[in-house]
């Protein structure tokens, strides 16, 4: 069988397995972007498997005209840069020891090798430069049916990394069939494993919780996560029960999926220090919480927490209570954060005198202009 697109005869690409398979190295285009391609799911990345050690890829990559960047030098990767196009490029490897959270490694020049140390069959497979593939693994059939599975033993995989139990979420709501559900062997071993998930860093705990809740409908992964204990684990006190209206609302009125959005829709608290999110990320998701408690009309939510703070509020409203939403919910939202209030502090300096009670008068007024509906004037506001 053979795999097209673009990502592949792109020259770059083309390049960097090139200077390889010239040298008479093995050299293969693995993991996402041969399943993305074989899913019809558009591709992002292109790693690139060898039997080259990472020195090898260095010399032979600056002979080529080729950027060299040791990114991973101690995991075998080097990003080899090709017209400004990143191609990561990793030496086949096979696990030595692993403790849960990181692996020991060796180097390999067996494809055998590099493949039985993947996560998912879907993961391992691979392609030569002229689009031939190869599956070690026995990984095209579970493309084909969408179904995600562990690499032999699940248990064993899992205890090789215990982040693995999130991504067999993460994955099955991204690329599996949903209808089908998940893989019974895969969420018996997460289940079982639920408790080696304390051992990973909050970092990457965080990392695919956003990754899975940007999924078109995570609901399902989302229920199974909570039957098995692992959304316990990570997120105690959340529940997913409105995680599927909240999706229908989003794909029935064609608005973007947020993670943002159906974190908060999970409920709980805790989610910054639970998951290590950046301060940015901290604001958006008190912006949301604020408006959902301020209960206020969507273009007031718009005006004090922002347009993604008002709409994420008003669809997890309406999740919540069973209701449809406005049909005029994105004009109001547009109102409300193009509404600016007419006064500033100077204009009243001349009537009341600077003080703490200027800021009080401003805040005043502020709530006056908003109860009515933005539309008093600065010199209504003044007479007020």
Known sequence: MRVTGDWLTSPDTQAVLGMLTDAGHQAYAVGGCVRNALLGVPVADVDIATSAVPEEVIRLASEAGLKPVPTG????????????????????????????????????????????????????????????????????????????????DAAQRIEEDYLRILRFFRFTAWYGDQAAGLDREGLAACATHVDGISKLSKERLGAEMKKLLAAPDPAPALAAMAVSGVLAQILPGTDPQFISPLVFLEQSNKFAPRWQRRMIALGGDGYAKRLRLSKAESKQLDALKRAIQSGEQATVM????????????????????????????????????????PLRGSDLIGLIGAGPHLGNELKRLENLWISSNFKLTSKELLQA
Request: glycine share 6%.
């Open 73 to 152: 030098l101690e995991h075998g990767t080097i990003t080899v840069v090709s017209n400004g196009e990143p191609h990561e490029v990793t030496t086949f490897r096979k696990d030595v020891d692993t403790d849960g959270r990181r692996a020991v490694v060796a180097f390999s020049d067996n494809i055998s090798d590099d493949a039985i140390r993947r996560d998912f069959t879907v993961n391992a497979l691979y392609v030569e430069a002229d689009g031939t593939l190869h599956d070690p693994l026995d990984g095209l059939p579970d493309i084909k049916v969408r179904r995600i599975r562990f690499i032999e």
């Open 302 to 341: 718009a005006y004090k927490y922002g347009s993604d703070a008002a709409l994420g509020a008003k669809l997890i409203e309406a999740a919540t209570l069973s209701s449809p939403i406005s049909k005029v919910l994105e004009q109001e939202i547009n109102k409300g954060e193009a509404a600016v209030f």
